[in-house]
């Protein structure tokens, strides 16, 4: 995603199913660009997350 000014971000996820019942997820969040634009001051920010996911 692009923001005026240079901002970006982008954001991989994936979901991948064990089961019926259980998934797991990845998800990367890349925050840059110029430090005067919302995502350029998010830059520190960057962050990977996993998870798992239950239903039942």
Known sequence: MFEENGGKW???????????????????NKYWGDENTQF???????????GVKYSF
């Open 10 to 28: 982008n954001r991989l996820d994936a979901e991948f199913s064990i089961n019926d019942n259980t998934q797991v997820t990845v998800e990367y």
């Open 40 to 50: 350029g001051q998010l830059k520190n920010a960057s962050n990977i997350q996993v």
